[in-house]
C-alpha cells in the first residue's frame, strides 16, 4: 500500500464496520433544563428550535423575546449555554411556547447528540 493511500484513507475497512465498533450512548438520565430569570423549568415538550413550559409563573408576555440558559448532561459532561427565544404562545391551557435561535455550532452539535441519546437513537 503507498502512503498516498495511507492518508487519504484508501484502506477504510467496508461499510458498517466503523459504526459497529462505537460504543452506543449512554441514554440521558435527566432532561434538560431552562432557566430564565433565575427559575429553573423542566419543559414539557422539547425539540431543537422550541419548547413548551407549563406551567409557567414568569413575567414574560406574547411575542417577547429573552435570554434563557438551556442546561443538560450528555455522558456526565455538563452543557450550559446561553440561547435567545421569542414566546410564541402564553396562556393558562397552552403554558409558554417559545422558539429559539440555534445556539454557537459547538454546543449545536452537543444539543443534537443529546437529543439523540435523550430518543435512544
Known amino acids: 500500500m503507498s502512503w ?3 492518508f ?3 484502506n477504510k475497512e467496508p461499510g458498517g ?3 459497529a465498533a462505537e460504543p452506543r450512548k449512554e441514554r440521558p438520565s435527566t432532561p434538560p433544563k431552562i432557566v430564565i430569570d433565575h427559575h429553573e423549568y423542566v419543559p414539557e415538550e422539547f425539540v431543537i428550535g422550541s419548547f413548551r413550559i407549563r406551567p409557567y409563573d414568569g413575567d414574560l408576555i406574547a411575542k417577547q423575546k429573552f435570554d434563557f440558559r438551556l442546561q ?3 455522558g456526565g459532561d455538563p ?3 446561553s ?3 421569542l414566546v410564541v404562545k402564553l396562556t393558562e391551557e397552552a403554558g409558554l411556547v417559545a422558539r429559539y435561535q440555534p445556539p454557537q455550532p ?3 452539535r452537543k444539543l443534537v447528540d443529546y437529543m439523540k441519546a435523550l430518543k435512544g437513537l
Do not use: N, P, Q, R
Request: charged residues 25%.
Open 79 to 81: 452543557v450550559d449555554v
Open 72 to 74: 443538560f448532561d450528555i
Open 8 to 10: 487519504s484513507g484508501g
Open 4 to 6: 498516498l493511500s495511507k
Open 83 to 85: 440561547c435567545m427565544g
Open 106 to 108: 459547538f454546543y449545536e
Open 17 to 19: 464496520a466503523k459504526s
